[in-house]
């Protein structure tokens, strides 16, 4: 992997400080109706090109309220990507139905992507919900067995009151199921953001008898660790969980972080990896389950998103590079 560079765009201004020493071959992004959804697009370089763009967007987002907001982001990012990309194809997933969002995005990408087995790509991670990013990283690092990906993120200048409310399910992300052995206890380790009650439904649904609560220190920013260890207090204090903490800005160093702490228990429990934190360290427990295969990775599925105030502006801008898987 290559180290992590940190672009503070209130001050740069951004435009023009995201480039690349060769062509990519493909960049992903993600449509939603956060305000965000296009900063990272909008630091591409003047000089920048990839052969093709992708735009994946959540199907359920262009009904109702949220149609008019997610619409306009994808029509941003079309004109954004005009004059950088040879090819601009969106991909309509689903994040209520996993199967949808999978078969998606498989088909896009395999309808794509040449049989050559190196491919540059950059995927802007700042909007994706975690399962369908999840999902699409595993599709390209399977795809292609040299694999060289640049994630881009952009933290926001603030959340919003809240983020999700409520919960419809709990499932694995699809490819990684683990090693379940019903005769071992349960250990749930959670990189935790600002949702509690999905961790809570996560702790119901897989009854562990161990629970690690991550919390992301480094943050993407200062002021988000305190909000983190306030949205998460009631669980923090019940006397099965340990505290632990993780970098939420860098998927190097959250990688070893979980490395870390969850090798010692393979054999001896049945380990089931949550990340609710950053798309960063959400990128960081993939690398880790696709290395220890043990390794489950889940999702509570929000019963609703605040389509109206997720987020407030863009504050910095995230890159690293990671390896072939």
Not at 84 to 94: D, H, L, M, N
Request: charged letters at 25%.
């Amino acid at each position: 992997m290559k180290r992590y560079k940190v672009l503070n765009l209130r001050q740069q201004g951004g435009i023009g400080t995201c480039r690349t020493d060769v062509p990519d071959d493909i960049f992903i992004v993600c449509a939603s109706y956060e305000p965000r959804t296009t900063a990272g697009a909008e630091c591409l370089a003047p000089d920048y090109f990839a052969g093709r763009a992708f735009i994946y967007y959540n199907g359920e987002f262009l009904k109702g309220h949220s149609q008019p907001m997610v619409q306009s982001k994808i029509s941003q990012l079309t004109e954004l990507l005009r004059d950088k990309c040879s090819k601009i194809t969106t991909i309509e997933g689903s994040w209520l139905d996993a199967r949808l969002q999978f078969t998606a995005v498989r088909s896009a990408l395999e309808a794509e992507i040449t049989d050559a087995p190196e491919a540059a790509i950059t995927i802007d991670t700042t909007t994706f919900n975690r399962e369908s990013l999840l999902i699409t990283l595993a599709l390209l690092r399977s795809l292609h067995c040299q694999t060289r990906i640049r994630i881009l993120y952009v933290s926001p200048a603030d959340h919003g009151e809240w983020l999700s409310r409520g919960f419809r399910c709990v499932r694995n992300i699809m490819g990684f199921p683990g090693t379940q052995q019903p005769s071992l206890p349960t250990l749930l380790a959670v990189l935790s953001g600002f949702e509690p009650e999905r961790v809570l439904k996560l702790v119901d649904e897989h009854e562990p008898t161990i629970i690690y609560m991550g919390i992301g220190d480094p943050p993407t920013e200062p002021r988000f660790l305190e909000r983190n260890i306030e949205e998460q207090k009631l669980i923090l204090a019940r006397q099965d969980v340990e505290e632990f903490r993780f970098s939420a800005e860098n998927v190097t160093d959250c990688r070893d972080q979980l490395e870390e702490l969850l090798t010692p228990h393979f054999g001896s429990y049945n380990i089931i990896l949550a990340p609710m934190s950053t798309k960063l360290s959400t990128v960081a427990a993939l690398l880790v389950a696709e290395r220890h295969t043990e390794i489950q990775l889940t999702y509570c599925v929000p019963g609703e998103y605040n389509v109206d105030s997720y987020s407030r502006g863009a504050d910095t801008l995230f890159m690293e590079e990671i390896s072939s898987g």
